[in-house]
């Protein structure tokens, strides 16, 4: 069965700093490109961010360049959005992908707010 679990999400304050994390089972992570996408509230899903599935290649949406970081720890299955310099704007519930978008995670809310 395959599985994303995110976590790490949480009220932090803007200018703070958060990683969520993804849990991936049931296939073949070291093989897979991976997505970040967000749903703030009474909008759309936002791509965020990608990682090939190499690992070698990222990708971000412009409104999170250079305060995001997308990255893996093959070993431990486990795709990261480290988040700095968070903005009111970030608030949204982020979920974890496939890089095929067939698989999502159940989402972690991240809400900042001061």
């Known amino acids: 069965e395959v599985q994303l679990v995110e976590s790490g999400g949480g009220l932090v304050q803007p200018g703070g700093s958060l990683r969520l994390s993804c849990v991936a089972s049931?296939?073949?992570?070291?093989?897979?490109?991976m997505d970040w996408v967000r749903q703030a509230p009474g909008k759309g899903l936002e791509w965020v961010s990608s990682i090939a599935s190499s690992k070698s290649l990222t990708s971000y949406a412009d409104s999170v360049k250079g305060r995001f970081t997308i990255s893996t720890d093959n070993d431990k299955n486990t795709l990261y959005l480290q988040m700095n310099s968070l903005k009111p704007e970030d608030t949204a519930v982020y979920y974890c992908a496939t890089g095929d978008n067939s698989f999502w995670g159940q989402g972690t809310q991240v809400t900042v707010s001061s």
């Open positions: 049931g296939f073949d992570f070291s093989r897979s490109a």
